[in-house]
């Protein structure tokens, strides 16, 4: 799920100011939504969940060795999912008013692609705000379910991003691989889930790894848990900088609000 970009080389050389990001609420995630999407289907589509605000629950850390900063995610993580053209869809996730990421999902025949997705994170500096904006396309659509699958089975994959700031594009690539079916208990309901495992390397304008489990609906393939172990490195004016994330996030219900 995604390409994970930071700020560039300026924004680290000043203090950024802990406690500032607080967790995002259903009705705030609700009142920037807007409208959920137009659906353009007559019925139910394979691998597309029903727009809305989808409750997550989960916690996190976002960390920067040089200097030593730290900022959390949760407890209340709301997602979106937004109807896009051609029965696509977009799901958003907000660890916090400081950090969000999105990612643009199609169902086909091979099952469900990731095509494309977005990041934002917010650092609240002494005298400023710097906003960090970056973006990422898989061309092509890297396959995040397959509709026929082994236990075990893993296939490549390669999503190219920008980041405001940062120097040059960031080529993410690795294995993805499907560790099996699982069942977990959303709300107190079992729920059929497909659990894959990505590895990824960074190259290019930063380096660094991601380490991420993902359990998506069986049915819908929304992702219904998530976790994650991500460091990345950039330059910097007072040297390497390297910005950590460790965290995870679970669905509460399997009913949007």
Request: proline share 6%; charged share 15%.
């Amino acid at each position: 799920m995604g390409v994970a970009l930071i700020a560039g080389a300026a924004t680290f050389v000043v203090l950024w100011n802990r406690g500032s990001s607080r967790p995002v609420s259903i009705e705030e995630a609700r009142r920037r939504a807007g409208a959920p999407g137009t659906d353009e289907s007559t019925g139910a589509v394979p691998f597309r969940p029903a727009a809305g605000i989808y409750r997550y629950r989960g916690e996190g850390t976002e960390h920067l060795e040089r200097p030593p900063l730290t900022q959390t995610q949760g407890p209340g993580i709301p997602g979106t999912v937004t109807h896009l053209e051609g029965r696509c869809w977009r799901l958003r996730v907000d660890y916090s008013t400081n950090h969000w990421q999105s990612w643009d999902y199609c169902p086909a025949a091979s099952g469900l692609t990731e095509n494309a997705g977005a990041f934002f994170q917010r650092l609240h500096l002494v005298m400023a705000n710097v906003d960090t904006s970056s973006s990422y396309t898989c061309n092509p659509p890297v396959d995040a379910i397959r509709a026929t699958q082994r236990v075990g089975e893993h296939w490549m994959q390669e999503c190219r991003g920008t980041s405001t700031g940062s120097s040059g594009e960031v080529i993410s690539s690795g294995p993805y691989t499907y560790v099996g079916p699982a069942r977990l208990n959303i709300g107190g309901t079992k729920v059929a889930t497909l659990h894959y495992h990505r590895l990824r390397n960074l190259t290019g304008g930063q380096t660094g790894t991601e380490d991420v489990n993902v359990w998506f609906d069986a049915a819908t393939g929304l992702p219904v848990r998530n976790q994650r172990v991500i460091t990345v490195h950039s330059g910097s004016l007072i040297g390497g900088v390297t910005y950590k994330e460790n965290g995870s996030f679970q669905l509460a219900s399997m009913n949007p609000t």
